[in-house]
């Protein structure tokens, strides 16, 4: 059995009149019709895969519970037959066809992304957050034929600087030693035209320096247990950016960064979809 | 009454020997005995004021639930007389009680005097001490709410001289670093984001300094530039707004100064106290501190004050 690509993300989110406005109007992502009848927000087309947005709080039946939240298309209906480790909660995919094949045949394995909106948006990656990259990284090479992507290593690095200004003392400023407080390690797991990110988050004990046991984000209760954040491909990270400062959607770290992979990122502030998903958008290219 | 000095300052704890032991005994300072009508009270001199150290529950305290830094006496020959002269005083707080060593003691209302529980008493008349490790006390932290109105009352109606004012502010920059078997090692610092900010204002009570300390931190996180919510105060919140959230504003940790700091906490250290910081650290007005770590002192915040006086 191989994997195919991702077909669907299904994204819990707070606000989802929010969240749908982002991705029609921000994104342009193209609205489609819930032709599965089920119980969901919204529906876009987001290139190689489609998003479908839960609202967070509804009883939806369609919705995998919890971590469920990528399907794959591939050569079995049943992925969860296959033994794939659990933080990836894969769930059949609705309207296969009896082969396996994806439900939109015009978006499937190795298919070039659709041209949305203004720029061409595609998903680049699911990031998955578990306790043991490397591991699940061999289960998925083993078992659905995945090849291994590059391994990364993010650490985060804090520095504090303490402005001191009296009107008899006068003004002092000192610098603390910057300090690592943690960071992820990811492997990238890469199919046909699915490409996951398997993230294990670490924390640095402040003193030693040492690498502490892994631990799982602290806001991990508040988003979906197992997918850290989603990333879309887009062409042009900087002209989009410019539109979001005119428009108004916030951002995380005031614009554009380096991200995974040496690529340009632009990370949306997780208060637009009600303080719950993280969605990054990638530059195309190095 | 010019230029107020400070009887001592009274500390609520679970043991009042064993705390008053500890700064005997670390500190080595001169040890006194007191009595509230039939309750031991030990008595620390320290520079000019002393500390007094008073059981949780002590009826010398009060209805206050409230430990470590309880409230500040004020010397005065006379005790209700000064104390109806600030105006800060009413029939709430009653008439002039006996207080230690049945010592005339009038209080005045807390809510007066922004929170801080300030008391007039006959003087102690205790010998003045100082010690190898520590010379005298430097300040009493106060959580204030309103640094202008502190400094009114205490300035003005209490006749304290004004020392200084500052403002404290804090700054994180966050990056990281990424190192990528395919790309080239990557790094991208964050902008520059305010962490926490005090306004701080010193007045002197005696040999040492009131330091009220307010929170101005401002909220610049994402929620607040967001098009369509309204404002709110997630983010980091300093100890002091934490302080006031939970108490209410008031006394909040004593400051001993020092000739050399790091030579004290090590000192600390050897002789098995427990610390919060093993060398000093840039504090207000120039200075270096450390925090002893409140178990090491029956739950006192406390911490060492090494600086150059102006």
């Known amino acids: ?49 489609e998003l479908v947005v839960h609202a967070a709080s509804a009883s939806d039946p369609g919705a995998p519970p919890g971590v469920g939240m990528v399907r794959f298309a591939a050569g079995s209906s049943d992925m969860t037959g296959a033994g794939l480790p659990a933080p990836f909660g894969v769930a059949p995919t609705h309207g296969d066809s009896a082969d396996g094949s994806p439900r939109n045949p015009a978006q499937g394995a190795g298919q070039t992304p659709t041209a949305t909106g203004d720029g061409i948006i595609s998903l680049d990656y699911v990031s998955v957050e578990c306790d043991v990259p490397e591991a699940i990284a061999a289960q998925l090479e083993s078992q659905c034929h995945c090849a291994a992507g590059t391994t990364e290593r993010v650490t985060d690095i804090l520095q504090v600087t303490e402005a001191f200004v009296s009107d008899k003392y006068g003004a002092v400023y000192h610098t603390r030693t910057p300090q690592m407080s943690g960071g992820v390690r990811v492997q990238f797991v890469t199919s046909d035209s699915a490409a996951v990110a398997l993230t294990n988050r670490f924390t640095v004990h ?36 410019a539109e979001f400062r005119r428009s108004g959607w916030p951002v995380l770290a005031g614009g554009p960064v380096t991200g995974l992979r040496g690529r340009r990122v632009l990370m949306m502030d997780p208060v637009t979809f009600g303080g719950e998903l993280q969605i990054h958008l990638t530059a195309e290219t190095l | 009454m010019p230029n107020p000095a400070l009887a001592y300052i009274a500390l609520a704890v679970d043991d009042a020997d064993a705390s008053a032991s500890f700064f005997e005994q670390a500190f080595g300072l001169h040890r006194a005995e ?39 006496a004020i010397a005065s020959d006379a005790p209700q007389l000064d104390a109806d002269a600030s105006g800060l005083a009413g029939p709430a707080t009653g008439h002039a009680t006996a207080g230690l060593d049945g010592r005339t003691q009038a209080r005045l209302l ?78 991208a610092a964050y902008p520059m984001q305010l962490r926490g900010s005090l306004r701080v204002t010193f007045i002197t009570a005696g040999d040492c300094e009131l330091e009220f300390l307010q929170d101005i931190s401002v909220s610049v996180s994402a929620d607040a530039a967001r098009h369509d919510a309204a404002g709110n105060t997630r983010g980091d919140r300093s100890a002091i707004a934490r302080y006031i959230e939970r108490y209410g504003a008031g006394l909040h940790h004593l400051a001993f100064k020092t000739d050399d700091i790091d030579a004290a906490l090590a ?26 770590h409140p178990t090491t002192t029956q739950g006192v915040l406390m911490h060492l004050v090494q600086r150059e006086e102006l």
């Open chain 2, 34 to 72: 007191a009595s509230f009508e039939r309750e031991n009270v030990p008595l620390i001199s320290i520079g000019e004021t002393a500390l007094a150290f008073f059981n949780h529950g002590s009826a010398a305290l009060g209805d206050s639930s409230r430990k470590g830094v309880h409230h500040i």
């Open chain 2, 267 to 292: 000192t600390l250290a050897d002789n098995g106290y427990r610390l919060i910081d093993r060398n000093g650290r840039p504090g207000s007005r120039r200075s270096l501190i450390g925090f002893v």
């Open chain 1, 1 to 49: 059995m191989a994997l195919g690509h991702i077909e669907e993300i299904g994204i819990r989110t707070l606000d989802v009149p929010t969240t749908c406005r982002f991705l029609h109007e921000a994104l342009g992502l193209a609205r489609l019709d819930d032709d599965a009848g089920r119980p969901t927000a919204g529906r876009f087309d987001a290139g190689s895969a």
């Open chain 2, 110 to 187: 807390c809510d007066a005097t922004c929170g801080v529980d300030v008391r007039f008493t006959q003087p102690l008349e205790l010998p003045r001490s100082a010690s190898p490790l520590v010379e005298r006390l430097d300040h009493l932290g106060i959580a204030s709410s309103d640094n202008a109105r502190a400094r009114h009352v205490f300035v003005d109606t209490l006749q304290c001289p004004y020392e200084s004012e500052q403002v404290d502010s804090e700054w994180e920059t966050r990056g990281h670093n990424i190192v990528s078997e395919q790309a080239l090692p990557g790094f």
């Open chain 1, 206 to 241: 402040p003193k030693a320096g040492a690498t502490t046991q892994p631990t799982r984000a602290p806001d991990a209760p508040h988003r979906s247990a197992a997918v850290a954040h989603i990333a879309l491909a887009i062409d042009d990270v900087d002209r989009i950016w």
